[in-house]
């Protein structure tokens, strides 16, 4: 049969619709489109409203399809979890659901679906085997993913992570190392260590440290770059600054989430440090590494945020001078602390803050990709434009993406380029050996 995943959601999720992806290849099935899909997999999101109201839309749509052709119809991830068996009374024509630990009985949920038997499963089967999936047939190039722990402890006041995830849990490094060996044989160049909390990994286990794992993923022959998301900011230790720079594949960038420039906001949010502790890891990264790329995640109008804490927020990030941030207006979750709280912000006040958060961001990640002009960097070319097929497009090694004209015979290798032009979003460049220069 024919399936098709639609995907919301974070990096862990886009993994896990590849983990499932590879089963169901493995299974015989194969992917399609939404024309012809016998089976549909919605993987859900519930971090905002907005994730949901999505969601739910979709489903309107796709009933039709069902009613249309009888196609095979299942919810998987967050909102699943979240809705557990009530998910059927709200969406009573779905076949099954599976909450992110459970995403392994995908193909039995689909087998059970054929004999019209409904499937559902939520509970938290901790790091094996939804983990242990290796998605071996589903992606093509030389990027690849690893998940090295689920589930995250930290309970931010207005977070839903720890009630969909579960708790934290690692997962073996002797399991990662093999896997990522795996990786480097099937020919990828480039891994993403990924976790809700990759830095607090091994926390209190007789097993490697974080640090230890980076560098035991240095050793292995055949990968260039390591990147790992997302790290907390308490758990910023000296021992990992101390890889940057030292590790050669660790890749000079690190996605280091703020939520907030206001020590009173930062500890309604329960995040565990304050602005200037935050600050002062970011300038330990910044020595450690020069030219390293900081990118973070930013909440406007959480509740009782007034003018001088979003003054702080503006602050913060005018200071720490990030190639990049997703900010994002508070929405109150359910179950969540936050959403007890009173002295909700106005909309139309969260709104402004927002947009002039956004366009002074906008402006910061525009003079820092104009200050790589000039600037020769290595990219790993990921493909071709769609429009132009002499025009390719890769990334540095601090995530930027690059456009520039060259062979199709370069993609998925790693070249030296020039930066001649850097725009809002990406950079032009230009091979060092182009014709005319
Ligand atoms: N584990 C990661 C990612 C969590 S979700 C971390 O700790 O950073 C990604 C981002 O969504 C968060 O960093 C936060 O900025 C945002 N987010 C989470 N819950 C939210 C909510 N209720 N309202 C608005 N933004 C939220
Ligand atoms: Fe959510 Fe906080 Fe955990 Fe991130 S660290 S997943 S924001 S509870
Ligand atoms: Fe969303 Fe779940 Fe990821 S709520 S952000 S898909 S962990």
Redesign the pocket.
Known sequence: MRFVIENFG?QMNDHDMEKMGSVLIDQGHLPGSMDDADIVIVNTCC??EKAEQKFYSLMGRLQHLRRKKGTILGVTGCIAQQEKESIFERLPFIDFSLGPSNIHRIAEAVENATGQVRTSAFGDDGCSPSLLIRPHNTRRGVKGYVTIMKG?N?F?S????PYVRGREESRKSGDVLAEVREMAERGIVDVTLLG??VNSYNNGNKDLSFPELLSGIDAIPGISRLRFV?S?PKDISPELIACFGTLRTLCESIHL?F?SGSDRILALMNRGYTSSEYLGKVEALKDRCPGIALTA???VGFPGEEDGDFEATMRLMETVRFDGV?S??????KS?A?AALTGRVPPAVAHERLSRFQKRQRAITLDSNRAMEGTRVEVLVEGQSKNSPDELSGRTRTGKIVNFRGDPGLVYKLVEVDIIKGYANSLRGELPDTPGR
Do not use: G, K, L
């Open positions: 974070c971090i905002r995250c930290n931010c207005y977070c839903v992570v809700q909390n997302t907390h989430p939520q995640d930013c909440i997703f994002f207006i508070y929405s109150a979750r969540t936050a």
